[in-house]
């Protein structure tokens, strides 16, 4: 459990278990205490300074650029090739220059470590070149805020309206069981939030204004509504989850 929500997790427990023998004294305390210290010691001081020799770097938050959630940080999942980051910088900027008090948040984007290594529950993060990133919501007054309606920030979605494509409804009916399960993920929600749909279509538009963007992911009834047009814009298909919740976006 441990390598699938972190990559590096079970390796540090394996690690905790060799330098202490089941005789000790308070042993399982001495083996907790000892896997957080190299744990949050690895994670936090050790991998970021590897990463960069492999070709993976950590996204740091900045005035324009921000994790969600802190368990994003804490779990690993906050790495991503050296020119997706440069993207990642330049859509930010943009993003800020246009809505000043608005960060881009980024959601899960890759484990630091091994092309192909899964990202769960993530089909395709697994290369350092995608990312999810948080739409845009508005307070119950109208203003732009950077809080986001779920504590996972998946799982809240805006859901089609009555003339526009269900395509949760279609690829359930094929037997896509697993299309909208991040409903169960939320992990809270706050349901004063509403989707902004000018700041959010703005940050679709950058995306696929940005020469290195490669793919967008949203879902169709999203596409028609925010009428964005740009060939970069696409179905992820029915064996992945629904997408609108967030936006993923990758590059070559």
Partial sequence: MLTVLTQIGGII???????????????????????????GFTTFLI????????????IDDNQNLKAHHIFTKICNRNYTTVQMKTVLQEVSTKLKVEFKNIKLIYLDANFPFFDGFPLL????????????????????????????????????FEEPLQNELHQTNICKQKGYWQYDFTKYITFGANINLK??????????????????????????HLKSRFQV??????????????????????IL
């Fill in 13 to 39: 427990y394996i690690i905790s278990l060799l330098f202490f023998r089941e005789n000790t004294s308070k042993y399982n305390i001495k083996r907790l205490v000892f896997f957080f210290v190299f744990y």
């Fill in 47 to 58: 991998v970021p300074n590897i990463t960069p020799l492999l070709g993976r770097v950590k």
């Fill in 121 to 156: 529950p993530h089909l395709s993060h697994n290369d350092g070149k995608k990312i999810d990133l948080s739409f845009i919501y508005e307070d119950t007054n109208g203003h732009l805020t950077n809080l986001k309606p779920a504590n996972s920030g998946y799982g809240v």
């Fill in 195 to 220: 989707l902004s749909t000018k700041a959010t279509k703005r940050l679709i538009e950058i995306l696929s204004e940005n020469k290195a963007v490669h793919k967008i992911f949203i879902e169709p």
């Fill in 229 to 250: 047009q740009s060939s970069k814009i696409r179905f992820h298909g029915c064996k992945a989850v629904r997408h609108d919740d967030h936006i993923h976006f990758q």
